[in-house]
């Protein structure tokens, strides 16, 4: 964990992720348990929906993110995370404008991953990439293995709204750690000539389909990761 401990930076980054995964897995764990209560079933599936399907969006999200500020557009998405989930803590709405609600966060959070892998470069050097993404997939994990048991073990101590104001507190903090992160461009710098967002995600789609890491195919199945 050499990076995190020599690189102030990346450390900043890292904290973040780190408590934006575990608030994440968190409120997620108690919303899944307190709909399963009041609504039954199909509440839980229509929200596990709800905090998967959007991330479907990842690739025209993530072509949309190098046309902003990375590390505004991530202190953004995670106050607005901290915003809805602060408004579902407090409000209690029905099901409905619970699902919109994650939805909407979920758009958020999936908004924020590509822009921190664009910065991610320019934060460790191109020769550090592959321990820096270690790393953060370690962070990751810690995350999604702690979350769901502070999550349950807080709905059941306490009650929903401290456990989800508790996690619009995790995002607060990612967004307090991530702005703290200065100094990644030139002040003054020309801005590069953008290419057309169409042809930007074509190309990016085209990579996908042709790249043998994410994609392989067998003799009746063809995937892609």
Same mark, same amino acid.
């Given at each position: 964990?050499?990076?995190?401990?020599g @690189?102030?930076v990346?450390? +900043?980054?890292? !904290?973040?992720? #780190?408590?934006?995964?575990? =608030?994440?897995?968190?409120?997620?764990?108690?919303?899944?348990? $307190? $709909?399963?209560? +009041?609504?039954?079933?199909?509440?839980?599936?229509?929200?596990?929906l709800?905090?998967? *399907?959007?991330?479907?969006?990842? /690739?025209?999200? =993530?072509?949309?993110?190098? +046309?902003?500020?990375? %590390?505004? #557009?991530?202190?953004?998405?995670?106050?607005?995370?901290?915003?809805?989930?602060?408004?579902?803590? #407090?409000?209690a709405?029905?099901?409905?404008?619970?699902?919109?609600a994650?939805?909407?966060?979920?758009?958020? $959070?999936?908004?924020?991953?590509? *822009?921190?892998?664009s910065?991610?470069p %320019?934060?460790?050097?191109?020769?550090?990439? /592959?321990? *820096? @993404? &270690?790393?953060?997939?370690?962070?990751? @994990?810690?995350?999604? $293995?702690?979350?769901? &048991?502070?999550?349950?073990?807080?709905?059941?101590?306490?009650?929903l709204t401290?456990?989800?104001?508790?996690?619009?507190?995790?995002?607060?903090?990612?967004?307090? #750690?991530i702005? =703290?992160? +200065?100094?990644? !461009? &030139?002040? =003054? &710098?020309?801005?590069? /000539?953008?290419? /057309?967002?169409?042809?930007?995600?074509?190309?990016?789609?085209?990579?996908?389909?042709? !790249?043998?890491?994410?994609?392989?195919r067998?003799r !009746?199945v063809?995937?892609?990761?």
């Amino acid at each position: 964990m050499s990076l995190i401990r020599g @690189n102030v930076v990346f450390r +900043r980054y890292w !904290s973040a992720r #780190l408590v934006s995964y575990l =608030g994440d897995q968190l409120a997620r764990t108690a919303l899944l348990i $307190a $709909a399963y209560d +009041r609504y039954g079933g199909t509440a839980v599936a229509l929200l596990l929906l709800a905090t998967t *399907a959007p991330r479907l969006l990842g /690739p025209l999200l =993530g072509a949309l993110a190098d +046309r902003f500020d990375q %590390r505004r #557009l991530m202190v953004g998405c995670d106050l607005t995370q901290a915003l809805l989930y602060l408004a579902l803590a #407090l409000l209690a709405p029905p099901l409905p404008v619970l699902l919109a609600a994650v939805t909407a966060a979920t758009l958020a $959070a999936t908004a924020f991953t590509p *822009a921190g892998r664009s910065l991610l470069p %320019r934060l460790v050097g191109r020769e550090r990439l /592959p321990a *820096a @993404n &270690a790393q953060l997939a370690v962070g990751m @994990n810690i995350g999604f $293995a702690a979350g769901p &048991a502070l999550g349950g073990l807080m709905l059941a101590t306490i009650d929903l709204t401290s456990t989800l104001i508790v996690d619009a507190a995790t995002f607060v903090a990612s967004a307090l #750690l991530i702005g =703290g992160v +200065r100094g990644l !461009s &030139a002040p =003054g &710098a020309p801005t590069p /000539p953008r290419e /057309p967002y169409r042809q930007v995600l074509g190309a990016g789609m085209r990579v996908v389909r042709t !790249s043998g890491v994410v994609c392989g195919r067998s003799r !009746s199945v063809s995937w892609c990761w």
